[in-house]
């Protein structure tokens, strides 16, 4: 009973595991998958979190600050007194003290502050945007290559079945007489090569899945497997899209965190001179402090005694308020240093925005180069793909009848192959091209 428990228990534990290792992943989950589990989005989300602390603390800032002090010591020495007798004057003392400060004003430094830690936190949020961005590109990148693949496994695979039936062809024709051993030997090389390259389409396959497994943080890249049954790519529509190239631009400018990201930080180092000048200003602050002791003398004469702990309390305690006000007058220009160097870094921010935003439109305009270039380059295989079908048809028919030579068979095979090859490579290429275009305009 307690074996057949075991079993049970273990398949439960197991099943779970099991169904993920059996699930195939879809682009979406993949992209999912990789963002939560990114090394560098785990760190982009501990330098955000820092930097909400940091907010966290500067607000903080203006609340009171309230400190307690207690004191206790105890004095064991010794005095002579004029009649050279020497007295033992050990003795305790005790204090204890309870402080507050407000600042009131210190030249708004706490209020810009404040400001720029927010503008900091939102240019960080950006940055982990754009780093989540750039790993659903990567991510997306390299989903399609593994498509690519294995569609090109699928065009390897089909060139062998082709060949095994052209070798099966000659054999039944060399005992009807009507071949020769040299078109045989032909084609049992032909079907080799096309042997080879199925294996390495397979590598290549294996490959693009342990890169894309990798890039996810999956441990078992033995058991990953991609969704490509539901995947279907409509040229006809693909190709209908027109795409502006200007909007393009105009929206991504707009929209891109990196961009947002440029200027949040100069709107952060425009509150950074304000902080940097709130030093110019006077600063006032409120304290409020109360005291109290307790003194004990251990050796006690006929003429003094230790007054009651209550009362001493009671007599001993002191109330403090004040009203500090300090004047700035001569820091040795490090203030005026300091509203320049944030002025520099306000300048610099500036500098990296016109950057990012030439560099940005740099990209699009290259994406939607190579976008129409990969469109042409599609329109154009494809052409070159129903012809060399046609052709190697036609090419197929007259060698079955005996009006053509397996030489001139095999080359309208092999130009058909690469046509096919080419196809597939310019649709994923455009596919991905378009795919780029809209991740900008996103």
Known sequence: MKTKQGIILFIVILFPFVIFAQTKWTLDSCISHALNNN??????LIDLKTKKLQLQTTKMSRLPSLSASLNQN???GRSETAGGIIVDNTQSTSAFSIGMNVPLFEGMKTYHQIASDKLYVKATTEDLNSTKEQIELTVTAYYLQLLLYKEMLGIAEEQVELSENQVERVESLLQAGKSSEAELYTSKANLANDEVGVAEARNNVRLATLDLAQLMNVTDA???EIDDENIE??????LARYIDKNAVIDNSLHKRPAIKAAELRIEKSQKDIKIARSTYY??????????TGYYYAFQQSLQTSNAPFGQQLSNNSREIIALNVSIPIFDRMSTANRVKQAKLTMRSQEIQL?????SLIKEIEQAYTNAMLAKEKYIASDKAEKASEIAFQYEEKKYQAGASSIYVYNEAKINYQK????????KFDYFFRLKILDFYND
């Open 74 to 76: 105890f004095d064991f």
């Open 282 to 291: 006077p600063s006032l602050q409120l304290s409020a402090n109360y005291g």
């Open 39 to 44: 090394y560098s989005i785990k760190q982009s």
């Open 419 to 426: 046509a096919q090859s080419q196809v597939v490579q310019a």
């Open 354 to 358: 016109e950057e990012a935003k030439h």
């Open 222 to 224: 033995e058991s990953f």
């Open 233 to 238: 790519i409509d040229m006809e529509k693909i």
